[in-house]
């Protein structure tokens, strides 16, 4: 049984409420353009919930299929990356405009000074032999 407080069960408790006041129409007939009224807005209620239901299957529907046109997409724009590469070369500045990184070299480790003093290595220690 669906809780009072999600719409399901807010729709649920006013078809009850609805069928009761239909059922005891004859005692109650002050009200029955209010009754009609209701159940009217309960008719509509239950279209706008069914539309959003379907709403919400499409959603996901939607979201699978944009996930997978994605995914294409991507692998598309990567074989395209590596065509303009190819095509300028990896040095090319022009790569830059593509929002792709030149190769520009690798950084190297400086070059040890050698007037640069370092201090000789210290000599280990002899093992001990096992016995």
């Keep these: 049984m669906a809780r009072e407080t999600t719409n399901a069960g807010k729709i649920g408790k006013l078809q009850r409420f609805s069928a009761v006041l239909a059922a005891n129409s ?13 159940d009217t807005l309960l008719t509509r209620v239950q279209e706008v919930a069914k539309q959003q239901a379907a709403f919400i299957a499409g959603k996901q ?4 299929l944009l996930k997978e ?19 300028y070369g990896i040095r090319a500045e022009k790569l830059a405009e593509f929002g792709l990184q030149p190769f520009r070299g690798r950084n190297r480790k400086a070059k040890p000074d050698p007037d640069a003093k370092t201090p000789p290595p210290s000599p280990t220690p002899p093992s001990d032999p096992i016995e």
């Design 61 to 64: 529907e939607s979201s699978k």
């Design 26 to 38: 004859a005692d109650l007939p002050h009200l029955e353009g209010s009754r009609t009224q209701l």
């Design 69 to 87: 046109l994605l995914t294409e997409t991507e692998r598309l724009g990567n074989v395209l990356r590596l065509a303009v590469i190819h095509h």
